[in-house]
C-alpha cells in the first residue's frame, strides 16, 4: 500500500529524531493510552485534543538520566513503533542504520 505524503514525512521525522535522540529507538516497556490531554505531540508537533487517541511513554536514555515522558496520536505511535521496528531490524541484519 502506498503511503501518502504525511505518513512519508512523518516517516522521515521520526527516523532523524531517533538518530539524535530527540525520540527513544526502541519503545518501552510501559505505556498509558486514553484519551488526548492537550499534550504536543511527540512527533508531529501537533496538540493532541480531547477527541483523540494519546499515548504516553515514560523514557529513560541509555546513560540513565531522569526520565521524560513522550505523547503521540496514536497514528504518529505507529509510524514511530514501525521506524522503531526498521531501525533494529537495519541494526542486526546490516550492522548499521543508513
Not at 19 to 43: D, E, F, N, T, Y
Not at 68 to 91: A, K, N, P, Q
Amino acid at each position: 500500500m502506498p503511503l501518502t505524503q504525511r505518513e512519508a514525512e512523518l516517516r522521515a521525522i521520526a527516523r532523524e529524531r531517533c538518530a539524535r535522540g530527540g525520540l527513544p529507538s526502541v519503545p518501552p516497556a510501559r505505556m498509558w493510552v486514553g484519551h488526548g490531554s492537550g499534550k504536543l505531540c511527540s512527533l508531529c508537533d501537533n496538540v493532541i485534543q480531547p477527541q483523540d487517541v494519546e499515548y504516553e511513554y515514560e523514557v529513560q536514555d541509555d546513560l540513565g538520566a531522569a526520565a521524560r515522558t513522550c505523547f503521540f496520536h496514536l497514528v504518529c505511535e505507529s509510524i514511530w513503533r514501525l521506524e522503531c521496528g526498521r531501525r533494529d531490524y537495519l541494526t542486526k541484519h546490516r550492522g548499521h542504520v543508513p
